[in-house]
């Protein structure tokens, strides 16, 4: 796949933020079999979907298309999977249990409320 731009990394970022801002940010990950990944959710209105591992790391990568999610949860082998369409083809964060957006999005309401 073809990387994309810091530019366009900002946008893609800032797009799942909007989404977050209308409340769109939650995701519920779901238990898979795999030997490496634990778990993986996906949001269709903010486009990201999360992975947790078994090592402990989870991370969203952004801009994900439905039919990548859907490839993930339906292949036989989900590492495979992961590491040929998703590892290097999305922007991603590392996120500690709260989505990392919804986090974001806690920190501003905070400061707009010390503005007022």
Excluded: C
Excluded at 3 to 8: A, D, I, K, V
């Amino acid at each position: 796949m073809k990387r994309r731009t810091p530019r366009q990394n900002r946008a893609i970022f800032a797009k799942a933020v909007r989404g977050a801002l209308r409340g769109d940010f939650t995701i519920k990950r779901k238990p898979v079999s795999s030997s490496n990944l634990a778990s993986a959710g996906y949001n269709p209105a903010t486009r990201i979907l999360e992975i947790a591992f078994k090592s402990g790391g989870a991370y969203q990568y952004h801009d994900v298309e439905p039919g990548t999610h859907k490839g993930l949860m339906k292949a036989g082998s989900k590492g495979k999977f992961f590491h040929r369409r998703i590892k290097d083809a999305y922007p991603w964060e590392k996120t500690e249990g709260v989505t990392a957006i919804a986090k974001k999005i806690i920190k501003l309401r905070k400061r707009e409320g010390k503005r007022k």
